[in-house]
């Protein structure tokens, strides 16, 4: 059966050869009025990049250097999704309100201190998105104050989550700016922001 199929033939790598860039000048032409499917990481297609619970926050960051995202999925040791933890939990003021509130120092803080727990995450279902524009994801995200927003989807009765949209990916990609301010979601939060905001003043 195979004979039917004559194998390439092979070359010497060239000298110099070097590794393609994703070209972004591609997607420049996208619109707010485009597919919202254009500009969302499809996690059948591309791996999603992950972290144990138990990890030092130094740690986490510098994963997110590696690989060039701003957002880990915080897997246990099953694989189960329990939580995520974005650059802006990393380098915002949750390491600080964490240390003055249980003691110790920076870099004994794990991701599971300051990550967003899989109860409190919202998400978007792929069954919306499919009907969605570019601009709505924007939309959302700008409403909710964040960098990422999850696309999820049934299988066979269960929650997977199927996608995600990055605001700063969406940004490059539009070649336009998107500004995502942060909102307090408990009264816990808007009481350290009142503090915070209290001791610039």
């Known amino acids: 059966m195979l004979s039917d199929y004559p194998p390439l033939q092979l070359h010497a790598l060239a000298p110099g050869a070097d590794l393609s860039q994703p070209d972004l000048q591609q997607t420049c032409h996208l619109k707010t009025n485009h597919p919202a499917l254009d500009v969302m990481t499809d996690?059948?297609?591309?791996?999603?990049?992950?972290?144990?619970?138990?990890?030092?926050i130094d740690v986490a960051e510098e994963r997110m250097r590696r690989r060039g995202v701003r957002m880990l999925f915080v897997l246990d040791n099953d694989g189960a999704l329990m939580g995520l933890i974005t650059a802006s939990?990393?380098?915002g003021e949750k390491p600080l309100q964490f240390i003055e509130r249980q003691g110790g120092v920076h870099r004994e803080i794990t991701v599971a201190d300051i990550m967003t727990p899989r109860e409190r995450l919202e998400v978007l279902k792929l069954s919306d998105v499919l009907a969605a524009r570019i601009g709505n994801i924007v939309s959302t995200l700008q409403r909710c104050g964040r960098q990422h927003a999850l696309v999820v989807e049934t299988v066979?009765?269960?929650?997977?989550?199927?996608?995600?949209?990055?605001?700063?990916?969406?940004?490059?990609q539009l070649g336009m700016e998107i500004s995502t301010t942060p909102i307090a979601r408990t009264f816990a939060e808007i009481e350290q922001a009142f503090i915070h905001f209290g001791r610039l003043a």
Do not use: K, W, Y
Not at 45 to 56: D, H, K, L
């Open 89 to 91: 939990d990393l380098l």
């Open 156 to 172: 066979n009765g269960r929650e997977m989550v199927r996608g995600l949209f990055s605001a700063s990916r969406i940004a490059r």
């Open 43 to 56: 996690l059948r297609a591309t791996t999603a990049v992950s972290i144990a619970p138990e990890v030092a």
